[in-house]
Structure formats: structure tokens, C-alpha cells
């Protein structure tokens, strides 16, 4: 499945979500992301809460978590999850520092979760993705 299907498919997407662990296999090009995903609605008409999720990223190209920026504006070593955004890096939202590479795999896709504690981004790129709900 490609990542905006599955953006698309929540109220939210992956706004105002919490990654509370990342685990990435080289070998086999997978991350596997547990978070809690936000499930209100945006226009707030109902306050479900969140609900607890893996996302699997399969064929990885790259993944690149920038530091937590540490101006002191940011309380990033408290033990909470990271309060993220996310968007499709071709299409919207902010560009990184450096170029990351283009896709290999034309149908997959490059994204990017803002985190808000930490004022930096985690960017990757894969074939596919999957959400598995816990």
C-alpha cells in the first residue's frame, strides 16, 4: 500500500500522532514505527483520543532523523512520545537542509513527520507501507 492511502484513511492522517518507538531492520529494508495515533476529527466534532498502531515500511531507501534542536526552546530529553506532523515530501511541507536522494522505486514514495518537541524532521523513503492496529 502506498503511505498517502494510508494518511488519507485516518481523520487526522498522522497529525497531532505520538511515535513512541522506531526499530529499523538494514538487512531486510523495513522500520517498523509504534505509534499513538490521534483519532479526532479535525473540525474536533468528536474527541475519540488516540489509538495504538505499527506502521511497516517496507523496501526502505533511506530513513534520517535529524537532531532534536537544542536552542534550549525545546524540552526534547523528556520521556514522552514525539508529537508529530507528517506530509509527502514531492508535494508539500518544508524542504530538508540537504538533498536527500531520489526515489529508486518510481511508485513508492518520500516522506517526512515534523516532530514538534524536537523542531526537526525524521524523512524516509520506501515501496510500500502498511498500518497494523494493536
Known amino acids: 500500500m502506498h ?3 494510508i494518511e488519507n484513511s485516518l481523520p487526522n492522517g498522522f497529525h497531532d500522532s505520538d511515535v513512541l518507538e522506531i526499530h529499523t531492520d538494514y538487512i531486510n529494508r523495513i522500520v517498523k514505527i509504534i505509534m499513538d495515533i490521534s483519532m479526532d476529527t479535525p473540525d474536533d466534532k468528536l474527541e475519540i483520543g488516540t489509538k495504538r498502531a505499527e506502521l511497516v515500511v517496507e523496501e526502505l531507501e533511506y530513513l534520517i532523523i535529524d537532531p532534536p534542536d537544542d536552542s534550549g526552546n525545546y524540552r526534547y530529553w ?3 512520545g514525539l508529537w508529530i506532523d507528517s506530509g509527502d515530501f514531492d508535494s508539500s511541507g518544508p524542504k530538508p537542509k540537504v538533498e536527500l536522494p ?3 522505486n518510481k511508485s513508492g514514495f ?7 518537541n524536537w523542531n526537526s524532521f525524521i524523512y524516509f523513503a520506501a515501496g510500500k507501507a502498511s498500518l497494523i492496529w494493536k
Open 102 to 104: 531520489q526515489l529508486r
Open 78 to 80: 523528556e520521556p514522552k
Open 3 to 5: 503511505f498517502n492511502e
Open 110 to 116: 518520500r516522506v517526512w513527520f515534523f516532530v514538534n
